[in-house]
């Protein structure tokens, strides 16, 4: 195991850098608080008109190739909603950016509803992975049908870049809610129950050996707990929950958060949302979401606690065996579910940059030399 582990440590140091030039700083230096991170650029996406919305269209997901970054995210309100559509209705665009996030441009649409499938009501927080190994484009994202199951499809896109429509994956839904946290949570060592459902805010974090580990949230509305999870698969449609460096049970619980610096509700922290994986050297990093109350965002002031904490590992570990930083690394300016969303890490040429959409902005920042405030205050970008 620890072999195996050390294997796709090295696997990924090699493949997941996919070293564009020379960083500065890297994650271990922010660990260190040798680093910090320093405002870029800042956007957001209306629907075309007449709706014109901005808030809805969120999830966001970064692909970088050198020189240009690819930006994955949802759109609502390009259409008429059918009506058998009830809850949401959403399709997903990709978009290029040349000049860290400053000037975006136009939206290329790469998965849209399809009626009688089961991406018929939408498609949203998803994420993309560019395999150069094969030059193929992935997306795989939560979906939603006409009866209200979430479930994950996968798309796929040949070609150097994402920029044009995918091709839904002829399995869709590739998995059924509950499909991968029931075989996790009956691990004999697993840290979950069987009642984790809702595989959802799917990441693909690396591919090794032929297998893409792909890190997904859950929720159990019966113990009012939520985690993270990781399952392995060369396609996307067979999924492996064991074995080549898995842990054999979720990579974060509300145990990886009770300890944090927070006023938890009573009850405590809930768990693990959407989270974004990053390795730095041979070290793996993981910044994510953690609420109280419930893993649903309760968005009026003052009513619950929603922070991002950082945690890393040599390998990818069980919960409670991964490192904590000073946590909460991030906070919200305003107690308030949901009020930063949809976070990642990743790599540009030359530099590791941090993103969350907070106060109706999508913001970027840069990895720069030196100390910086802890924990990272989200608030309303820079007013330029
Ligand atoms: C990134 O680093 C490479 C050399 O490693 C250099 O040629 C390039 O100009 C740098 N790019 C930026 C945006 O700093
Ligand atoms: C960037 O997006 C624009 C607008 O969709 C598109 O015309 C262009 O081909 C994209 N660039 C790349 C390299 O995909
Ligand atoms: C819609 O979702 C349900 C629940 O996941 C599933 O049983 C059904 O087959 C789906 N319908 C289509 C057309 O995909
Ligand atoms: C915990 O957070 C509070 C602010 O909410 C801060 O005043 C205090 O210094 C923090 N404690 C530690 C040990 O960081």
């Not at 997941?16 to 020379?22: F, I, K, V």
């Not at 259409?79 to 040349?98: E, F, G, H, M, W």
């Not at 996307?236 to 974060?252: E, H, K, R, Y």
Request: aromatic share 14%.
């Amino acid at each position: 195991m620890v072999a195996v582990v050390a294997l796709l440590a090295i696997a990924c140091f090699l493949l997941c850098d996919d070293a564009h030039g020379q960083e500065a700083v890297d994650l271990g230096d922010f660990w260190n608080n040798d680093a910090h991170f320093q405002y870029v650029s800042k956007a957001r996406f209306p629907s075309p008109p007449p709706s014109t919305q901005y808030a809805m269209n969120v999830g966001f997901q970064f692909v970088t190739r050198p020189g240009i970054w690819y930006l994955f995210h949802s759109e609502y309100a390009f259409t008429t909603q059918p009506s058998y559509c009830k809850a949401d209705y959403a399709r997903i665009l990709v978009r290029n950016s040349t000049d860290e996030g400053r000037t975006w441009s136009a939206g290329t649409v790469v998965a849209t509803p399809i009626p009688n499938t089961a991406q018929e009501c939408a498609i949203v927080d998803g994420a993309g992975f560019y395999d150069d190994e094969t030059n193929t484009w992935h997306y795989i994202a939560q979906c939603l049908n006409r009866t209200d199951h979430w479930m994950l499809c996968h798309y796929t896109r040949q070609g150097e870049t994402p920029t044009g429509m995918f091709t839904p994956n002829p399995y869709n839904p590739v998995v059924y809610g509950g499909q991968l946290w029931s075989r996790i949570c009956a691990l004999p060592h697993a840290h979950c129950d069987e009642n984790m459902y809702d595989e959802g805010t799917p990441e693909i974090f690396t591919k090794v050996e032929g297998n893409f580990y792909v890190t997904f949230h859950g929720w159990d509305a019966k113990a009012g707990k939520s985690a993270r999870g990781i399952a392995m698969t060369p396609n996307f449609v067979d999924w492996s929950v064991t074995g080549a460096g898995l842990p054999g049970d979720a990579i974060f619980t509300s145990k990886d958060c009770e300890h944090w610096n927070v006023t938890w509700a009573k009850g405590g922290c809930v768990g693990g949302g959407e989270g974004t994986m990053l390795a730095a050297s041979d070290i793996f990093y993981h910044l994510i979401e953690a609420p109280d109350i419930t893993l649903g965002c309760l968005t009026k002031p003052g009513l619950q606690n929603w922070v991002l904490g950082m945690l890393r590992a040599p390998g990818i570990e069980a919960t409670g065996m991964w490192q904590q930083s000073f946590n909460p690394i991030v906070v919200p300016a305003v107690k308030q579910g949901c009020y930063i969303q949809y976070h990642r890490l990743f790599k540009g040429d030359n530099a590791t940059y941090l993103e969350y959409w907070a106060a109706d902005w999508m913001q970027v920042f840069k990895l720069v030399p030196g100390p910086g405030p802890r924990p990272i205050v989200a608030g309303p970008p820079p007013d330029i």
